[in-house]
Every structure is written in C-alpha cells, then in structure tokens.
C-alpha cells in the first residue's frame, strides 16, 4: 500500500517549497542535479514530485524494452500533490515546477494537436494548483542538425517502431515548439530556450555537464530571471546512486506490476523525493 506524505513542515513555521518536474530522459538523468540546484534555491529541505523515465509520454502508457510506466496525466503525481499541498498556507508555500522531455510523443505517432493537448491540460493542472511553472522549449537548432544516416541510426537505438520520415520529424517538432510557446503565454508559464550545445552527438540528450544549465534556466525562470548570490549545488555521488536506484510508484517489469511506497528517496537534510 502507497504511504500517505507526512506533513510538510512538521509543525509552525514557513511551509517546506515542493518542486514538481516532469519529463523523460534528460529528466531521470539529471535527477540528482535538479535535486541539488533545487535546495539551493529553496535555502533547505523541499518535497521534489516527479513524473520521469525513459520515452515517458506526457499522455500515453510508453514501454522502453521490459519496462512500461503510466502517462504523466495519469500517474499518481497529481494524487501526491493535492494531499502535499496546504491550501490554507496558499499564499506563503512555495510551489514551481519545469516541464522538459517534449516530443517522445511524436515519435510514437501521436499528432501534433494531440500532445498539444497534452501539454496544455499538464500546464492548467499545475497553474490550477497555484504553481509558478518553467517549461523548455524544443531543441530545434540541435535537431535541425540531424541526418539522414544519423536520423536511421537514432530511430534504431531508441523508437524502432518511428515511422516518421526525418522532414516530418522536424517539421512536427517545430509545430510543437510553436505550440508550447504559445501554451506557455495562456497559461503565464516561463519558456526556456535550449540551444545546440547543450547537446550531444544523438541531439535529444542534453550532455551531462550542462544539466545544471538547464535546471538553473529553470531556477531563474521561476525568480524572474533575478541574479542572485548562490552556493554551488552539490551533487554527490551518494544522492547520485540513492536517486538514481529509485524506483516508481507504479511500473511494469516484464509483464509484472510492481509499486513503490513513497516518498521513494529522502536525502540527509530530509528533503523527499516522491516519483511517479
């Protein structure tokens, strides 16, 4: 049976920030990084809420090898959030969230209009729930690099079953883009540019020393981009290995259900971490 979350602050005082990010690769990859970059910003301890995993799709059940997890919409994230979040310490509690990992569901066929919608409805649920939300653009100057053999060769390692051409990729993913950028301004989300050298040679993982870029994008997006004097995060390799081996709520190995009591991780200073 899932625990219940503890209280946030565990008794008087400012209630502890929750950070919810949802994505796929980049996302799991960069796990302890957001983690670190994310106290740091908060100052102390924080309940971070993620909905993460390779080829994860933001509003279809995706399989990666003997793995399958729930869509984003349907995960259990948006449950844990509404019994974390205290609506009477609305005003006072601090609540962001980055969205990244956009465009797994093109290659899995699934229209333009479709993951739009997908997008749009992540976006109202979080704006309903009174959270300041960052979300990254597509890499487009990175995929604008790709072709024609690695484009064969990407599609063989990660989505043999993408029966999309490369043109039709990039002519989606730039529609997508458009798209995010123009849900982002309904719903008073900040947009984060991703340019090319974030990126690795298979142009949709963001190379490992420049995902404290990306997550710092994010802290500055929900400050105004406001400069301000701070620590380095520390991500060391035992928050590392203990974030790294965590595993979902729900999941599927080899035809088999397995769940996770949650929070599945919390870290020295108590910060949770709750995946879904």
């Not at 072709?147 to 390692?157: A, D, E, N």
């Amino acid at each position: 049976m899932v625990q219940s979350p503890a209280g946030n602050s565990g008794g008087a005082g400012p209630q502890r920030p929750v950070v919810v990010a949802i994505g796929a690769s980049n996302l799991s990859r960069g796990l302890s990084r957001l983690a670190a970059v994310s106290q740091v910003w908060a100052g102390g301890p924080i309940d971070l809420v993620i909905a993460a995993g390779h080829g994860r799709s933001y509003g279809a059940n995706s399989r990666v090898w003997n793995r399958r997890l729930p869509s984003v919409l349907g995960c259990g994230l948006w449950r844990s959030l509404d019994r974390l979040l205290d609506a009477e310490a609305a005003a006072v509690q601090r609540r962001v969230a980055v969205l990244t990992d956009i465009g797994n569901d093109l290659l899995y066929g699934f229209s333009v209009a479709q993951l739009a919608s997908w997008v749009e409805e992540t976006l109202v649920r979080l704006r309903q729930r009174g959270f300041r939300v960052a979300v990254t653009r597509l890499p487009l100057a990175s995929i604008a690099t790709v072709g024609p053999f690695r484009y064969r060769l990407l599609k063989t390692l990660f989505v043999p079953g993408c029966s999309l051409s490369l043109e039709q990729i990039k002519d989606r993913s730039a529609a997508i883009d458009q798209a995010v950028v123009h849900l982002a301004a309904e719903q008073t989300a900040a947009v984060i540019d991703q340019p090319a050298a974030w990126y690795g040679v298979d142009a949709i993982h963001v190379q490992r020393q420049r995902l404290d870029e990306l997550w710092q994008s994010a802290v500055n997006a929900w400050e105004d981009n406001a400069a301000a004097d701070r620590t380095p995060a520390d991500h060391s390799w035992l928050t590392w290995a203990r974030v790294g081996s965590a595993a979902a709520e729900v999941r599927s190995l080899n035809h088999m259900m397995r769940f996770t009591p949650q929070p599945a991780v919390q870290l020295p200073d108590s910060t949770r971490v709750f995946l879904y």
